[in-house]
């Protein structure tokens, strides 16, 4: 298990580094510095701003101090607003980090629920009803699903109160952000399902006259539920990556509203912030999932 | 010779207190009884077995016709509707700038005049856009461009993935654990950062222009291929792995192996039968995750250059009018979910028809 673990920690730290150097080489291809631009600057004030900003050191010195400033928490200033980029960073990504936990939880809830009625009712019409409905949402992008149910649910209908001031009703782009992790784990939870149906302990349980709800519950449902565990990493990963769009919809302020506008705006050390950070997270979750999916399981070989 | 040995009638006559059977009281089997019994059914190649299970399954043939009609209409309106989708709508020769944001069916004033004095114009199926452009068009083009942009993309990840794969797989030891670890690292590099980030570089650094279908695409679509050819090909090269490892150890190959076989021979008829009808499904599904990267590029910006429209840009567009103009993103998103769905239904049915093993 320690083994097991160190060489995941191994792996997560060269993932996020790479990420990291990908960035950043990337970006610095980019032809033309962030003091050439419309106003022309006396070359003593450019070669004093270059200093202040290392630019004038080669790339690779460049880089790394850009790793030891990330290390130190330290992601730069926007070329556009000039604010520091981690406390854009972490003050927008409560915002998202709020919206994403509801996500997950009503993607886990529905998912779950609709799964194992599909498994129990098994081949009759609410099992068909579920799976067609969880292929059509796994078909939908998020975009179009939330501007779908802002136009039918806040503009024709006039239920939710899509833009006010004071208090954002956060239901709309929950919903458009769950839709597809939803439709996801219930084929995932009855597939496990219908799987632990079948094994021998399922009908000993029974045979020995455990109560019904109990082997459904205690000896089914925590069982099937293993597989949907590994399912939260790439769930928060497409969660974030669709809250990109889905804030934009909303205008929520969040982070992904937030790196869009710098993809708009060409800002590109508030890119390189956003993507490192987002990305650091993707990994650690992924990382964070498949540990305790070893663990909640014993039987996986960790090989 | 064998059957005069069985005629009855040349039989030695009983002993009447012999236990054996008496074969003259049996009658001989006509043909036609002969081959009553034989309950054996023609024998069917794997690939019509497939064939047959796959026609079974009502989703599956549904999203093929579906697909069909999208193919043939993304082949046959371009030449048959009058309008181009990236010019504003002339009507006799001038242009109509009085004809935007129509809704479906309806004529411009001008377009109205004309057919009055008795002349023809072609019905504007889904209305017009922002820009006075023939809508329908537009949209039959965005399924063109998202659909070669799909199936574009699940190639190059097919290619790339099945050698990879396949070379970690024969060779495994060494070259396998190494292969496999990078594998590994580009596996948990988060893709859609990886696409965004590339794009946005990539529209600064390479200029392309000129008239191919690249140039009028974009820099964009570039680095959305790029992106699948560096990232997205190590699922399928893990697949690819996979199966070639398991098979590899079954008894068959190992028989093959042993009556003399070559391993030319071996990986022809006994490896590559074997895996792929997985690596097309898997390739097959590929597609609308391509097309959902596109639309998702688009919507944020980074998607196919303007004049050129794909569903994801035409999804964009529409979202300024939503409210007064709900048809121009109904449209585009139908599109998109009717191809996405019909894909995944597809390969689903083929899994389930061609790979029992996978069944779910």
């Known amino acids: 298990m320690a083994k097991y673990v160190f060489k995941r920690v191994i792996l997560a730290i060269v993932t996020i580094f790479i990420v990291c150097a990908i960035t950043f080489f990337t970006m610095n291809a980019i032809p033309g510095g962030p003091f050439n631009g419309e106003k022309a600057t006396s070359p003593q004030v450019r070669e004093t701003l270059e200093k202040r900003f290392n630019l004038d050191k080669p790339v690779g010195e460049q880089f790394v101090i850009y790793m030891k400033n990330l290390l130190h ?55 068909r009803l579920i799976i067609f409905m969880s292929t059509l949402f796994t078909s939908l992008p998020s975009f179009v699903l939330a501007t779908f149910l802002l136009v039918v649910f806040s503009v024709r209908l006039g239920w939710v109160k899509a833009w006010s001031p004071t208090h954002q009703s956060l239901v709309l782009p929950v919903l458009s952000l769950a839709a597809y992790p939803a439709a996801y784990i219930t084929r995932l939870t009855k597939t496990s399902m219908l799987d632990v149906l079948g094994q021998d302990y399922v ?6 006259g455990v109560a019904q709800v109990k082997v459904l519950f205690v000896h089914t449902l925590r069982n099937s539920l293993i597989p949907v565990v590994t399912y939260v990493g790439p769930m928060i990963a497409s969660v974030l990556t669709g809250s990109l769009v889905v804030e934009n919809i909303f205008t929520i302020g969040g982070l992904g509203a937030e790196f869009v506008t710098s ?17 650091v997270f993707m990994v650690t979750m992924n990382l964070i999932t498949d540990i305790v999916y070893k663990l909640i399981d014993p039987r996986i070989n960790l090989d | 010779m ?74 046959v309106v371009p030449s048959v509707v009058p309008y181009s989708y990236s010019d504003i709508i002339t009507v006799n020769g001038k242009r109509d700038k009085t004809a935007t944001n129509m809704s479906p069916f309806t004529y411009s004033k001008l377009e109205q005049q004309y057919i009055d004095e008795g002349g023809k114009v072609f019905p504007h199926i889904m209305g017009t856009d922002e820009l006075g452009r023939d809508y329908f068009v537009r949209v039959i083009y965005g399924t063109r461009i998202s659909l070669v942009v799909g199936v574009f993309a699940s190639m190059i990840v097919l290619v790339i993935g099945v050698l990879y794969g396949s070379v970690a797989g024969y060779f495994g030891g060494k070259v396998d654990l190494i292969m496999m670890r990078i594998v590994d690292v580009i596996y948990s ?21 000129g008239n191919s279908l690249l140039g009028r695409l974009g820099t964009n679509m570039i680095s959305l291929f790029l992106v699948f050819g560096l990232l997205y090909w190590v699922g399928m090269a893990r697949l690819v792995r996979g199966q070639i490892l398991t098979i590899k150890q079954n008894e068959y190959v190992l028989a093959a192996r042993v009556s003399g076989a070559g391993s030319g021979r071996i990986i022809r008829r006994h490896i590559l039968p074997n895996c792929i009808s997985v690596i097309i499904i898997s390739a097959a599904l590929q597609i609308p995750s391509a097309i959902f990267t596109e639309s998702f590029l688009s919507f944020i910006s980074l998607g196919v250059k303007a004049p050129m429209p794909s569903l994801g840009s035409l999804a964009n567009a529409a979202r300024s009018g939503v409210t007064t103009y709900t048809y121009k993103l109904i449209f585009p998103a139908v599109m998109i979910a009717l191809i996405t769905l019909a894909f995944n239904l597809l390969g689903d049915g083929l899994r389930d028809a061609f790979d029992p093993k996978l069944r779910r």
């Open chain 1, 203 to 208: 009908r000993t349980a029974r045979a020995k």
């Open chain 2, 189 to 209: 590099l988060p893709d859609l950062l990886m696409i965004i980030l590339l794009s946005v570089v990539l529209n600064e650094v390479i200029n392309v222009s």
């Open chain 1, 73 to 127: 928490g330290d992601f730069g200033i926007s070329a556009k607003t000039g604010r520091d980029i981690g406390v854009t960073i972490s003050s927008k990504f409560a915002v998202s980090a709020k919206l994403g936990i509801f996500a997950v939880i009503v993607a886990l809830i529905l998912g779950v629920f609709f799964g194992s009625i599909a498994a129990l009712m098994r081949n009759r019409w609410p099992d």
């Open chain 1, 263 to 279: 993809i708009t705006n060409r800002d590109y050390p508030m890119i390189m912030g956003v993507t490192i950070f987002l990305a």
């Open chain 2, 2 to 75: 064998a059957n005069e040995a069985y005629d009855v009638n040349k039989m030695p006559e009983k002993n009447p207190l012999s236990l054996q059977i008496d074969l003259k009281k049996f009658e001989k089997a006509t043909e036609d009884e002969k081959k009553q019994a034989d309950i054996m059914s023609e024998s069917t190649s794997f690939f019509r077995d497939g064939m047959k299970r796959l026609r079974r399954n009502p989703l599956a043939m549904m999203s093929i016709v579906v697909l069909v009609i999208i193919i043939a209409m993304i082949i």
